[in-house]
Every structure is written in structure tokens, then in C-alpha cells.
């Protein structure tokens, strides 16, 4: 990857004196699914699938975006004085949006800078493309500008371009499980305060297999803030019968004795899910530690349950994955992973489970959906890094 993006480089702007290479993670989830804007817990980890970049500081104030994956782009121009959102910039609205927010914190650039890009993350899989490009872009900022920030505050930084550049209003679970990513350990983090720790994820006769419904629907962003309103009002409403900050804030037992102060049955729903899934994960980690995974993986199966039926961000072509994979024998537990309407599942598959595992899913899938799923085997990896 290394040599790709350097070849590139040099192709396009003429030689590689000077220039660093860089790297930033996707993650995967593996439980806590829509609890990081409810001020609940999530188990992520950083996947050695990322992106990678070629960059050198200019002597002028020009920006130059290449990307390995937009080919037909070519080059896209830019100006370190004219940072705007716009359709037309497609994806470079990403390394633009984390430019404009390191400039919010007073952090300006001098000059402009020549950036190649490649991602071996698959498109709109749901294993955070855009996430890894946002920490990406804010570590080759920092490294080649000389900026002052913390690895946990490059994570808040890509988040809040992500909120007020590009419009989608995710919490901080992606940005952070790749700003702070660990060589195979997943990240229990709580996002009410952002204290975290890492729990070693060696799953010594099992193995972390993602599926790509490769089917990804466009409600995705729209519906996900319509999520975020929901739960909104919902704890608005909590808030008139029980002191809280957050729905993380709540036990099973707390809700079910107050909710009936929302005043609507979907809202009820979302609400339900957000503090029963944050529980789940705080059991889940749990489990982990106790060397119970049969425990962690029927924690999972309730995760997709609940992410079904209480917080409807699943669809037909996920389902099926979960429900066949469920039906396969060395399946500890699987779920929908990520934002949802499409992307990804994760499962726990025991090592001499897996080949059968891909055969009869892929089938199966090919079956009743008619479309071909793939299959990755998760490898842990670290955080950013300069190679
Ligand atoms: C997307 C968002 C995250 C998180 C998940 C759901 O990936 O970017 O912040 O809310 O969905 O858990």
C-alpha cells in the first residue's frame, strides 16, 4: 500500500522527496450499536482494513486531493483560504471538513499540501470509511503542521467536522475506536465521558468474521438522525419523572418504571433499546472478561433483536444473514454492525466453523437475496500511524 501511494504520488506531482506515509484504521463494532449519542457504552475495535496517504506540505496555499479509489476525479483542486462544503467536492468534503475544524480550534494551515489517498475499506460497508479518512486527514495535519492534539482529540475533531461540515450527526464511536485503536483489543468505552479501557479480544478457538450484505440503502443518513431525535425527545420526557443526564444513565429497571412518561409507543421503543443495549454491553464486556463467550455471543444475538424491532435499523438483506447465521452450528453469536439499513454483520465463528460458516451463509444469502455476501476475517489492528 505503502509503495502504491507513493508511486502515485510521484506520478502525479513529480517527485517523493519529503513526502510521509500514513495510516488510519476502520473499525468494527461488536456490541453497543446507537448508544454512543445516548451517553452509553460501545465495543468497538480497529480493523487492519483503513486508509492510507501519501502527503508533502506546498509552498503555496493550494490543496490538492487525489484519491486511488475516485480515479475518474483525477485531481481535485482546493485553496487552503476557500473551505466550503460543496456537492461537487464528493469526498474530499471529508479531508476539507477536518481542515476547517482543526481551523475552529484556532489551528490554521500556512500552506497547502498534496494528498493521495487509497482505502482498502469496502465502500458503504459500515466499517467506517469516512471515520478513518477524518483521522487520517488529522494526523498527517498534525504531524506535518506541527499541531498540539491528542490522538482523543483528533477523534472529536473528525467528529465535529462530520457533524457541521458533512451534515451527518454520529456520535464519536467511529472517530474514536480509530483514533485510539489497539493491536487485538477492542476499545469499552464510555461515551458519556469518554473514559475507556481496552479488553484483549483474543478469541482463543473462535474468530471474528464480518459479512457485506454489499447492499447498502439510502435512508442511512436521513434515518439515523431521525434516531437521534427520537431518543431526544424521549429523554426530554424522561427527564420531567427521574433526574438524568443521559438514557446511558438508566438501569432495565429505572426505565420500565418510568417510562410510561413517554408519550409515544415508537419513542418508547428507541428509548428501550437505547438503555438495554447499553446494559448489554456493560454485560457483554463483562462476560469477556470471564472467559464467557457463550454469554457474549447470546448478548449479541439480543443486540440484533433489539436493533430489528425496538430501534428498526436493520432491513431484509441483514436479517437474513443473522438468521441463517444463527442456524449454523459454531456460531456463538452474530448481529447487524455499524449505523444499519445495510453494511455489515459481525459474528463469532469457532475456528473449525468458519469455512462451513462462509459456504452456507454465502448460499444461503445467494438463495433468498439473490446477491453474492463477503466475508472478511477480522484482524485487530492499532490506531493511526506515519509508516
Ligand atoms: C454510525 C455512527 C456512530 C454510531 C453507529 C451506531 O456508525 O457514525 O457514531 O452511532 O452508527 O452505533
Given at each position: 500500500m505503502k509503495a502504491m501511494v507513493l508511486d502515485k504520488f510521484k506520478e502525479l506531482f513529480g517527485d517523493t522527496e519529503g513526502v510521509n506515509v500514513y495510516f488510519a484504521p476502520g473499525r468494527v463494532n461488536m456490541i453497543g450499536e446507537h448508544t454512543d449519542y445516548n451517553g452509553g457504552h460501545v465495543f468497538p475495535c480497529a480493523l487492519s482494513l483503513g486508509t492510507y496517504a501519501a502527503a508533502r506540505k506546498r509552498d503555496d496555499s493550494k490543496l490538492n486531493f487525489y484519491s486511488i479509489n475516485f480515479e475518474k476525479s483525477g485531481v481535485m483542486e482546493s485553496d487552503i483560504h476557500d473551505i466550503k462544503p460543496e456537492d461537487a467536492a464528493g469526498w474530499t468534503n471529508y479531508p476539507k471538513g477536518v481542515i476547517w475544524a482543526f481551523s475552529e480550534r484556532g489551528m490554521r494551515l500556512d500552506r497547502g499540501m498534496d494528498f493521495v489517498i487509497y482505502g482498502n475499506i469496502p465502500n458503504g460497508s459500515g466499517l467506517s470509511s469516512s471515520a478513518s479518512l477524518e483521522v487520517l486527514t488529522g494526523f498527517v495535519l498534525r504531524d506535518l503542521y506541527g499541531f498540539d492534539v491528542s490522538n482523543t482529540e483528533l477523534a472529536l475533531i473528525g467528529q465535529y467536522s462530520e457533524n457541521n461540515f458533512n451534515g451527518m450527526n454520529c456520535g464519536i464511536m467511529d472517530q474514536f475506536a480509530s483514533a485510539m485503536g489497539k493491536k487485538d483489543h477492542a476499545i469499552f468505552l464510555?461515551?458519556?465521558?469518554?473514559s475507556f479501557e481496552y479488553a484483549p479480544l483474543v478469541l482463543n478457538d473462535a474468530k471474528i468474521v464480518v459479512t457485506n450484505s454489499n447492499v447498502k440503502h439510502s435512508l442511512v443518513g436521513s434515518e439515523y438522525n431521525v434516531r437521534r431525535n427520537e431518543c431526544e425527545t424521549a429523554l426530554k420526557e424522561l427527564q420531567k419523572v427521574i433526574d438524568i443526564k443521559?438514557?446511558?444513565?438508566?438501569?432495565e429497571e429505572e426505565f420500565e418504571a418510568n417510562?410510561?412518561?413517554?408519550?409515544?409507543p415508537v419513542r418508547m421503543k428507541r428509548a428501550k433499546h437505547a438503555v438495554y443495549e447499553n446494559q448489554r454491553t456493560v454485560k457483554a464486556v463483562e462476560a469477556l472478561k470471564n472467559n464467557d463467550i457463550d454469554t457474549f455471543g447470546k448478548l449479541m444475538n439480543a443486540s440484533h433483536v433489539s436493533l430489528r424491532?425496538?430501534?428498526?435499523?436493520?432491513?431484509d438483506e441483514i436479517d437474513v444473514l443473522v438468521e441463517e447465521a444463527w442456524k449454523i452450528p459454531g456460531v456463538i453469536g452474530s448481529r447487524i454492525t455499524g449505523g444499519g439499513f445495510g453494511g455489515c454483520t459481525v459474528s463469532i465463528v469457532k475456528n473449525d466453523a468458519v469455512e462451513e460458516f462462509k459456504e452456507k451463509l454465502g448460499n444461503a444469502y445467494k438463495e433468498r437475496v439473490g446477491k453474492e455476501a463477503s466475508f472478511y476475517l477480522v484482524d485487530i489492528g492499532d490506531g493511526p500511524a506515519k509508516l
Amino acid at each position: 500500500m505503502k509503495a502504491m501511494v507513493l508511486d502515485k504520488f510521484k506520478e502525479l506531482f513529480g517527485d517523493t522527496e519529503g513526502v510521509n506515509v500514513y495510516f488510519a484504521p476502520g473499525r468494527v463494532n461488536m456490541i453497543g450499536e446507537h448508544t454512543d449519542y445516548n451517553g452509553g457504552h460501545v465495543f468497538p475495535c480497529a480493523l487492519s482494513l483503513g486508509t492510507y496517504a501519501a502527503a508533502r506540505k506546498r509552498d503555496d496555499s493550494k490543496l490538492n486531493f487525489y484519491s486511488i479509489n475516485f480515479e475518474k476525479s483525477g485531481v481535485m483542486e482546493s485553496d487552503i483560504h476557500d473551505i466550503k462544503p460543496e456537492d461537487a467536492a464528493g469526498w474530499t468534503n471529508y479531508p476539507k471538513g477536518v481542515i476547517w475544524a482543526f481551523s475552529e480550534r484556532g489551528m490554521r494551515l500556512d500552506r497547502g499540501m498534496d494528498f493521495v489517498i487509497y482505502g482498502n475499506i469496502p465502500n458503504g460497508s459500515g466499517l467506517s470509511s469516512s471515520a478513518s479518512l477524518e483521522v487520517l486527514t488529522g494526523f498527517v495535519l498534525r504531524d506535518l503542521y506541527g499541531f498540539d492534539v491528542s490522538n482523543t482529540e483528533l477523534a472529536l475533531i473528525g467528529q465535529y467536522s462530520e457533524n457541521n461540515f458533512n451534515g451527518m450527526n454520529c456520535g464519536i464511536m467511529d472517530q474514536f475506536a480509530s483514533a485510539m485503536g489497539k493491536k487485538d483489543h477492542a476499545i469499552f468505552l464510555n461515551t458519556a465521558d469518554l473514559s475507556f479501557e481496552y479488553a484483549p479480544l483474543v478469541l482463543n478457538d473462535a474468530k471474528i468474521v464480518v459479512t457485506n450484505s454489499n447492499v447498502k440503502h439510502s435512508l442511512v443518513g436521513s434515518e439515523y438522525n431521525v434516531r437521534r431525535n427520537e431518543c431526544e425527545t424521549a429523554l426530554k420526557e424522561l427527564q420531567k419523572v427521574i433526574d438524568i443526564k443521559t438514557l446511558g444513565d438508566l438501569s432495565e429497571e429505572e426505565f420500565e418504571a418510568n417510562k410510561s412518561a413517554i408519550k409515544d409507543p415508537v419513542r418508547m421503543k428507541r428509548a428501550k433499546h437505547a438503555v438495554y443495549e447499553n446494559q448489554r454491553t456493560v454485560k457483554a464486556v463483562e462476560a469477556l472478561k470471564n472467559n464467557d463467550i457463550d454469554t457474549f455471543g447470546k448478548l449479541m444475538n439480543a443486540s440484533h433483536v433489539s436493533l430489528r424491532d425496538d430501534y428498526a435499523v436493520s432491513c431484509d438483506e441483514i436479517d437474513v444473514l443473522v438468521e441463517e447465521a444463527w442456524k449454523i452450528p459454531g456460531v456463538i453469536g452474530s448481529r447487524i454492525t455499524g449505523g444499519g439499513f445495510g453494511g455489515c454483520t459481525v459474528s463469532i465463528v469457532k475456528n473449525d466453523a468458519v469455512e462451513e460458516f462462509k459456504e452456507k451463509l454465502g448460499n444461503a444469502y445467494k438463495e433468498r437475496v439473490g446477491k453474492e455476501a463477503s466475508f472478511y476475517l477480522v484482524d485487530i489492528g492499532d490506531g493511526p500511524a506515519k509508516l
